[in-house]
């Protein structure tokens, strides 16, 4: 089991490649926003960011509900492979975000709730770490760490409701139009640039959750546990 | 219907037990009480408080004064149990585990609604504005429904841990924020005399949290609990 698959290998060259090839969408194809100047262009990797943390605690709740009902291992590697690489995604989603702000409203941190909400996702998230590392058996871990990744994921579409129910300065960059269709206030070269790195960004999540499963199974063979 | 009557028979014998050893030793809502009213105290002087207190804060301190009084009353109610293997014989009753954890969550609801009954006038008297309003209750109701929903489960998680209780609040914070927003928000539109179309969704909202919690509980309370 410890050859690397030929698929991850493939993977990992996909990202290589298309990581730059976004970015170079970004920076020279799409045009510069008229209001903001180029600082608009970190939206595309701050979404795709927001968007892969969203995804990777999703994932990691399915997770748990997958080690709940096989009581398999390798769900368990799963879930705490997702919400570790979540974490990092959606603290690079905050970072910048940050960095757009800045300029544009003027300061690093606004008490937002779209903010302060992204940012309690994190903690939510950190304490799963610290929950994981006071339980002792690696059963009670798994089992009591499957429980709080759902509970927890129960709290991202709050998260995302939250935009509309407060009133929020964060801007709402898909809107829901009036006869119901959503409508982009992008123009088509954006959305092009828009669309290509939320793909990118699933590879590059789908990428690092695998090598970290990977690195969470064979610290279970180190440990002594047959796979 | 008669298992229907058995299981709710079974939850109003746990929620009769906790109050029955509140009555007798009476160390859980006193100390709460007490707790939450230094808070306040604690707050009034960190934050120079003025004694005409606008609407907002008055409601934010209320909340944030029964969070942390309440953390106190789920752990001791959970860590009760574990003092001469209680919760042993608990688990051993021929009755469904959920039926534990609505007794529970009934009991601490109960002990903490009290609270937040006695902080009321307190608050009246403190911050020259009446709080007594029916409105106000009903979201007393509600939100700490909730907030007791999701503490019982996350007690129940946080006491298996090595740092045992400690946890409790780590874990419960970052999740109840939710409900104490909807909380904070409708009790401040209420002592602000708004129009109740102002803060409905609020309410609907602290409802949807009641419900969701109470399913998650009803869903991992045994898996919480088993060896």
């Not at chain 1, 790195?197 to 970290?212: A, E, M, P, Y």
């Not at chain 2, 293997?85 to 609604?113: H, Q």
């Amino acid at each position: 089991m410890t050859k690397k698959p030929k698929r991850l290998t493939f993977l990992d060259i996909l990202c290589l490649i298309l990581v730059p090839a976004a970015l170079v969408l970004i920076l020279f194809f799409t045009p510069t926003e008229r209001v903001m100047g180029p600082v608009q262009k970190v939206f595309y990797f701050h979404v795709s960011a927001a968007w892969a943390g969203m995804l990777s605690f999703l994932l990691a709740a399915a997770a748990g509900a997958g080690y709940l009902i096989t009581r398999e291992q390798k769900w368990d590697w799963l879930s705490l492979s997702t919400i570790e690489v979540g974490l990092v995604f959606g603290l690079i989603a905050i970072l910048s975000g940050m960095i757009w702000a800045q300029p544009i409203w003027n300061t690093w941190w606004v008490w937002d709730p779209r903010l302060t909400t992204t940012a309690i996702m994190e903690l939510i998230y950190l304490a799963y770490f610290i929950l994981r590392s006071s339980l002792d058996t690696i059963e009670s871990r798994a089992r009591l760490g499957a429980v709080y990744a759902i509970v927890s994921a129960a709290t991202v579409p709050l998260t995302f409701f939250s935009i509309r129910l407060f009133r929020t300065i964060h801007p709402v960059v898909i809107a829901m139009g009036g006869s119901g269709g959503s409508a982009f206030n992008m123009t088509p070269r954006m959305l092009l640039a828009f669309f290509s790195s939320l793909f990118v960004f699933t590879l590059l999540l789908l990428d690092l959750v695998w090598h970290r499963y990977r690195l969470a199974r064979l610290e279970a063979v180190n440990r002594g546990e047959g796979v | 219907m008669s298992a229907f009557r058995d299981y709710l028979s079974a939850v109003w014998n746990v929620l009769r037990k906790d109050f029955h050893v509140e009555w007798r030793g009476r160390q859980g809502v006193p100390v709460m009480l007490v707790f939450a009213l230094l808070v306040v105290f604690l707050f009034n002087f960190a934050l120079q408080l003025s004694p005409d207190l606008q609407a907002g804060l008055a409601a934010g301190l209320l909340w944030v004064s029964l969070a942390f009084a309440s953390t106190l009353g789920l752990n001791r109610s959970i860590s009760l149990e574990q003092e001469n293997k209680a919760m042993d014989g608990l688990l051993l009753a021929p009755v469904d585990r959920s039926a534990i954890y609505f007794g529970k969550v009934l009991s601490n609801f109960g002990f903490t609604f009290l609270v937040g009954l006695v902080l009321l006038p307190v608050f009246s008297l403190f911050y020259q504005q009446n709080m007594f309003k029916p409105l106000l209750v009903l979201v007393l109701v509600l939100g700490l429904g909730a907030y007791t929903s999701l503490g019982t489960l996350l007690a129940a998680l946080s006491i298996q841990t090595r740092t045992r209780d400690v946890l409790l609040p780590v874990l419960l914070y970052p999740l109840a924020l939710p409900i104490l927003i909807a909380a904070v928000e409708a009790s401040r539109g209420i002592l602000a005399g708004q129009p109740i179309t102002d803060y409905q969704s609020w309410l609907t909202f602290l409802l949807a949290c009641n419900i969701l919690f109470a399913a998650a509980g009803l869903m991992f309370f045994e898996t919480i609990l088993e060896e």
